[in-house]
């Protein structure tokens, strides 16, 4: 059972212009989400996060963007550029899990083409 | 610097023998966990470790083992009873504070059974 989605293995756009990548989740006690930036034979990088709280946190060209009714988020990065190329997982907390543990999507590949 | 830091980077492997990967952080964090990473999917949680001496399973712990001896280090045995071990192996480590969210990753290592 899939808790965290993302729907669409890859995306592909064009430098300067908006990405966006979405996550659908199933669990409702997920109260705080976070996108991690994955390059090819590397570690995942932490990007940003969202509290449930919040439906917008913004840091720089990234927003994520939280709609808890629809439990669904997105992650938008304005303007895109080549270097934003990877792969972007969702991933969410639960409440109550003390030891913090992450549910991942199956990731989205970037491409953004100069 | 601090950081995680996960040898071999790559790793082979015969059928029907044990490995262990190397997984060490300087963050002084107590918290550290073990993904696998398979083509197209996610991060699957394998074992965690919230303070020393301590661990339990994750999603899918059958077939590894795991030690947490000092708090910088977190070693993880694939054992020939893994039926599939060819994969990317993440570690990660987070702070403590009664409800971990922002796990920091190291540059993984990929095993391969030959």
């Known amino acids: 059972d899939q808790q965290v989605k993302q729907n669409s293995p890859s995306l592909s756009v064009q430098e300067g212009r908006i990405s966006i990548l979405n996550c659908d989740y199933t669990?409702?006690?997920?109260?705080?989400f976070l996108w991690y930036k994955k390059y090819p034979a590397e570690g995942p990088t932490f990007l940003i996060s969202?509290?449930?709280?919040?439906d917008k946190n913004e840091d720089g060209r990234f927003t994520v963007f939280l709609n808890k009714s629809a439990k669904h988020l997105s992650l938008h990065i304005v303007p895109s550029q080549p270097g934003d190329s990877a792969v972007y997982f969702c991933?969410?907390?639960?409440?109550?899990?003390?030891?913090?543990?992450?549910?991942f999507g199956q990731g989205t590949i970037l491409t953004v083409h100069p | 610097d601090g950081g995680i830091t996960q040898s071999p980077k790559y790793l082979f492997r015969k059928e029907g023998q044990n490995v262990t990967l190397s997984c060490e952080q300087n963050?002084?964090?107590?918290?550290m966990y073990w993904y696998r990473q398979d083509p197209g999917q996610g991060l699957r949680l394998i074992y965690y470790?919230?303070?020393?001496?301590?661990?339990q399973k994750g999603d899918i712990a059958e077939g590894y083992s795991v030690s947490r001896e000092k708090k910088e280090s977190f070693p993880l045995t694939v054992t020939s009873a893994q039926k599939n071990p060819t994969a990317f192996y993440l570690c990660?480590?987070?702070?403590?504070?009664?409800?971990?969210?922002?796990?920091?990753f190291g540059p993984g290592t990929r095993l391969t059974v030959l």
């Open positions: 991933a969410a907390s639960e409440r109550g899990t003390s030891y913090g543990k992450l549910t």
């Open positions: 669990n409702s006690m997920f109260d705080y």
């Open positions: 969202i509290s449930s709280i919040k």
């Open positions: 963050l002084n964090h107590d918290a």
């Open positions: 470790s919230q303070i020393v001496n301590d661990f």
């Open positions: 990660a480590s987070a702070r403590a504070g009664g409800y971990y969210n922002e796990q920091f």
